[in-house]
């Protein structure tokens, strides 16, 4: 198989079969992450990705899920896309999900009707790293796009029929923003129809700008006990009430524990401080 650095699988699909056909993130400028900042993005080579099926074909030859790597690798137009994909098919004929994670941005040069044709091709599910539907906090951390645009693309996503996660990072606007961070995504969730809202929480990691910037006291992360402050600020206001693990699928089970969980953020009592601490 022709795997390289860096390597991340989503690891709430299917861990086996993985196939790369990007290297790196068309964006790579993220000011939280690291994770390809020394990787060049570039489409793998057809025959690397027909030899990888090829291999695939031999070793589990009745695969019915599949995992594209690897940052944002359907940013690739539905040109070069589809006959991947065709080509998945053809050498694993009983396939039925074609998993990726990618950007909102990657999905605005496909029409609705080319998602609909890559959905009958079996890319059914995907994840949106969305992380905010605040334009400062987006702009704050450059993920490249606005609010406007995560409803544009996701309507398109749903419209197609091609099921979608979309993920809340909790404190990523910082102690100064958190509120708006928290109120405007839910706002903007909720215009959205994903079949799962999932959470994660900002890691500081060596080398971004961002953990630079606190450094220098221009970014103020949030304490844990904060975090969970912002995120019932999300939880209570975000209407599409679709909360979970990833792994769950709240659009299909309406009483999953997960999601239960997840929504019981809301009923926290009063270990948490008032939200009003954050404003
Ligand atoms: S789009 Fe994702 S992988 Fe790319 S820089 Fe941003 S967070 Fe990192």
């Not at 025959?47 to 090829?54: A, K, M």
């Not at 993920?143 to 645009?149: E, L, P, V």
């Not at 404190?171 to 928290?182: F, Q, T």
């Amino acid at each position: 198989m022709h795997f390289t650095e860096t390597v991340y699988r989503n690891p709430y699909w299917p861990t086996f079969p993985l196939l790369q056909i990007t290297q790196g993130c068309t964006h790579n400028s993220c000011k939280f992450c690291t994770m390809y900042r020394n990787v060049s993005f570039k489409v793998q080579p057809m025959e690397w990705i027909e030899e990888d099926l090829r291999e695939l074909s031999t070793l589990v030859p009745d695969a019915t899920t599949i995992q594209l790597l690897s940052a944002n690798p359907l940013c690739m137009t539905y040109d070069k896309l589809a006959p991947i994909l065709e080509k998945i098919n053809r050498y694993l004929p009983k396939m039925e999900y074609i998993y990726a994670a990618t950007r909102v941005t990657d999905i605005q040069n496909k029409t609705v009707e080319q998602l609909k044709a890559l959905k009958e091709m079996g890319m059914r599910e995907i994840s949106l790293g969305v992380e905010s539907g605040d334009d400062w906090t987006l702009d704050r951390v450059n993920k490249g796009y606005h609010a406007s645009d995560i409803v544009e693309q996701c309507g398109k996503l749903t419209e197609a029929g091609v099921d979608f996660w979309m993920t809340f990072l909790k404190g990523v606007a910082g102690r100064e923003h958190s509120m708006d961070h928290a109120i405007h995504s839910a706002e903007i969730f909720s215009q959205c129809d994903p079949m799962l809202v999932g959470t994660g929480g900002l890691v500081l990691f060596p080398g971004t700008p961002l953990l630079e910037e606190a450094e220098k006291g221009e970014f103020t992360p949030l304490s844990e006990k904060e975090m969970l402050v912002e995120l019932k600020a999300f939880v209570e206001r975000d209407r599409t009430r679709r909360h979970g693990s990833p792994g769950c699928n709240p659009k299909k089970q309406e009483d999953t524990v997960i999601k239960a969980k997840f929504n019981r953020m809301v009923d926290l009592p009063d270990v948490l401080p008032n939200e009003s601490a954050l404003h």
